[in-house]
C-alpha cells in the first residue's frame, strides 16, 4: 500500500513552461518534504514544508502543503533543462520513519 | 556532503547467494535508513536504525536483514538472493536530532540479480 501518490508520474515539457506535481494522501503528516533525484545520484532535500496551508518559495519552485496536512503541491515556474530529475515527496508522521511518495520523472526539453 | 559511501557500487550476482552491501558514514550520526528504488514505486523503507544493535523493519523487510555493530557501518544482507531484489539500494543517514528531519542519502548501490 504506498500512502503518498504522485501525479503525473511521468512529464514531459519544453523549457519555459509551467508545471505542477502533486502528492496526495489519506493519512495527515506532521510535515512533508520534497527531494530531487538526478541520474545515479541519491536524493537531495529541496524544501521541508511544516504548517498546514505552508508556501514556501525557492527561486522558481514554489511548495505548499495542504490545510489539513494530507496533501502537498510542488510548481514550477518556467521550466528550465536543469530542472530535469525525479522529484520525490516524504511524509512524516511522528515515527522514526519517512514515507516517500511515488515519484514524477520530469523532462525539460530546450 | 554528510560522508556517506556504499559499497560495492555495481554488483551482479545469482539466484540463490548471499549479498551484502556496506553503507559507511563518517559523521556519527544515529539514524540510518536502507531503501531500494524500483520504477512506479519511488523509494521504500527495508530497514533502518536508530543506534548500535538497534534496528528495525520497514516496509518491505522480507528476505532482508541488518547489522549494525559500530556507529558508522550498517550492513544490509540479502540471505539467498532473488530476481526479485534486482534494484538500486540506497542508504540514508538522518542529520537532526528530530527522527524525521534532513535524510541525506549515498550514491546508491545497482544490483543485479540473475
Known amino acids: 500500500t504506498q500512502l503518498l501518490e504522485q501525479s503525473p508520474q511521468f512529464l514531459s515539457i519544453q523549457e519555459g513552461e509551467n508545471l505542477t506535481v502533486y502528492c496526495n494522501s489519506s493519512?495527515?503528516?506532521?510535515?512533508l518534504q520534497w527531494y530531487r533525484q538526478e541520474p545515479g545520484e541519491g536524493p537531495v532535500l529541496l524544501v521541508t514544508?511544516?504548517?498546514?496551508?505552508e508556501v514556501k518559495k525557492l527561486k522558481r519552485l514554489t511548495f505548499q502543503f495542504g490545510d489539513a496536512r494530507k496533501d502537498s503541491s510542488l510548481h514550477i515556474t518556467a521550466a528550465q533543462p536543469g530542472d530535469t530529475g525525479l522529484y520525490l515527496c516524504?511524509?512524516?508522521?511522528?515515527?522514526?520513519?519517512?514515507?516517500f511518495g511515488t515519484g514524477t520523472r520530469l523532462q525539460v526539453f530546450p | 556532503d554528510a560522508g556517506i559511501t556504499q559499497s560495492p557500487r555495481h554488483k551482479v550476482t545469482e539466484t540463490g547467494t548471499p549479498v551484502t552491501l556496506r553503507c559507511h558514514q563518517t559523521?556519527?550520526?544515529?539514524?540510518m535508513y536502507w531503501y531500494r528504488q524500483d520504477p512506479g514505486h519511488g523509494l521504500r523503507l527495508i530497514h533502518y536504525?536508530?543506534?548500535?544493535?538497534?534496528?528495525d523493519k520497514g516496509e518491505v523487510s522480507d528476505g532482508y536483514s541488518v547489522s549494525r555493530s559500530k556507529t558508522e557501518d550498517f550492513l544490509l544482507t540479502l540471505e539467498s538472493a532473488t530476481s526479485s531484489q534486482t534494484s538500486v539500494y540506497f542508504c540514508?543517514?538522518?542529520?537532526?536530532?528530530?527522527?524525521?528531519?534532513?535524510?541525506?542519502f549515498g550514491p546508491g548501490t545497482r544490483l543485479t540479480v540473475l
Open positions: 516524504a511524509g512524516a508522521r511522528n515515527t522514526d520513519k519517512l514515507i
Open positions: 540514508a543517514i538522518n542529520a537532526g536530532q528530530s527522527s524525521t528531519d534532513t535524510q541525506y
Open positions: 514544508v511544516v504548517t498546514g496551508g
Open positions: 493519512s495527515v503528516f506532521s510535515s
Open positions: 559523521e556519527n550520526h544515529r539514524y
Open positions: 536504525s536508530y543506534g548500535v544493535k538497534d534496528t
